[in-house]
């Protein structure tokens, strides 16, 4: 069955330091693979998606990026994290050709002060 | 623009009574639909779905939604809630394309009362 991993779980950065989240998913192979962020009370917004290694697509202009440097993994990263940075940040992945279900992660709660 | 609308930010049930949790979409053609829930903490666990066919779908933990196309509509039900059932639902809609990300509404947080 598939899997989807997600760490670190829970993070505490100062403003201006860098980040690394990092998604694996197992048992299945060329996933769309998705980071969302989830703000309270704003609901889930897509930050960026992938549908293939190196493919990269960003939603929404920010202070963060993202790579997807093996089929199966996909990183979310940032080189000066801003308050506005802290959220929980979900990792998602569907299949290719299927119907757009999502599986998630366990997500990863940032927080930066 | 494609969007998702749940109106009810909180909700407070009894426990045993019915539920109701209301989404509307906006969208160009008639997209897959989903219905989400999460825990405190927790990832977002798929309840129900719908793609075509049957407009009444139903899910996991005894929840269904109906889809109506008239009213752009895909409400979710539970006749009987439990303190379990606490936690915060999504609504999402999906275009017909393998590849493209889901839309999600603002969420409901559910709280249910003894």
């Known amino acids: 069955s598939q899997t989807i991993h997600q760490w670190p779980a829970t993070l505490v950065q100062p403003v201006g330091s860098p980040l690394s989240l990092e998604c694996t998913v197992e048992g299945t192979s060329n996933p769309n693979l998705y980071w969302y962020r989830q703000a309270a009370g704003r609901g889930l917004q897509l930050l960026f998606y992938s549908v293939g290694i190196g493919q990269i697509s960003s939603e929404v202009p920010q202070n963060l990026s993202a790579s997807r440097p093996q089929d199966r993994q996909f990183i979310l990263s940032s080189k000066k994290l801003l308050l506005s940075d802290s959220g929980f940040y979900l990792c998602?992945?569907?299949?290719?050709?299927?119907?757009?279900?999502?599986?998630f992660g366990e997500g990863s709660r940032l927080t930066v002060l | 623009a494609q969007s998702v609308t749940q109106p009810d930010i909180h909700i407070t049930v009894s426990e045993g009574a019915s539920l109701e949790l209301r989404c509307n979409y906006s969208y160009g053609a008639t997209p897959y639909l989903f219905w989400y829930v999460q825990s405190p903490g927790q990832g977002l666990q798929l309840l129900l779905k719908y793609f075509s066919g049957d407009t009444l779908v139903q899910g996991i933990k005894g929840f269904e939604a109906e889809f109506k196309r008239s009213q752009s509509s895909f409400n979710l039900r539970k006749p009987s809630v439990h303190w379990s059932d606490a936690a915060e639902y999504f609504c999402a809609v999906g275009a017909r394309q393998a590849g493209t990300a889901l839309i999600f509404g603002k969420g409901t947080t559910l709280s249910v009362s003894s």
């Open positions: 998602a992945w569907s299949t290719l050709y299927d119907t757009g279900e999502l599986f």
